[in-house]
């Protein structure tokens, strides 16, 4: 692990700029919108100072996932979460498609690896599932739903409609 994953505060995370270029950041809280989820993320930059030097500043943004990317190895539970609505959607049928990514937690000596299943967004990145395969890898062995996001109360919500 980097010395950037156990500094303290906010963890890392990889950011893409609007020009293409990828940065570290920090990820200071995350969000449901109506369109899914969003990150606040915390880009140390320079600014002019009082004095007339350059000092640090950090500016912050909401950025989508698309934007965002994990640090492996940083750990992101600690990460406060903002309802901005009461459910990411919005409970109506016909409107947005929930969807879930799976995220595979390292095997740690003592500790065998798991899988953890998370409503889309919850965690940066991930590969996009539907219901039917987010509940197969919620059946493997060792396997859970985020309690963070309610994965297994939104898998629950789908049943009886189609995938």
């Known amino acids: 692990m980097s010395q950037d994953e156990k500094a303290p505060g906010p963890p890392p995370i990889v950011v893409l700029l609007p020009d293409g270029q990828e940065i570290r950041a920090r990820l200071h809280a995350r969000r449901r919108v109506r369109s899914g989820w969003q990150y606040q993320v915390g880009v140390l930059v320079w600014r002019d100072g009082v004095s007339g030097n350059a000092e640090p500043t950090e500016h912050r943004a909401w950025v989508s996932p698309e934007q965002a990317r994990p640090v492996p190895g940083a750990s992101y539970e600690q990460v406060p979460i903002h309802h901005s609505t009461p459910t990411a959607y919005g409970g109506r049928p016909g409107k947005l498609q929930p ?9 740690l000596p003592g500790h065998p690896g798991a899988t953890l299943v998370h409503v889309i967004g919850c965690v940066p990145g991930g590969h996009r599932l539907g219901r039917e395969q987010a509940l197969a890898a919620l059946g493997q062995p060792r396997a859970a739903a985020c309690k963070e996001c309610d994965a297994a109360g939104s898998l629950a919500a789908g049943e009886g409609s189609p995938p």
Request: hydrophobic share 45%; net charge neutral; charged share 0%.
């Open 99 to 107: 969807a879930w990514t799976v995220q595979q937690l390292p095997h």
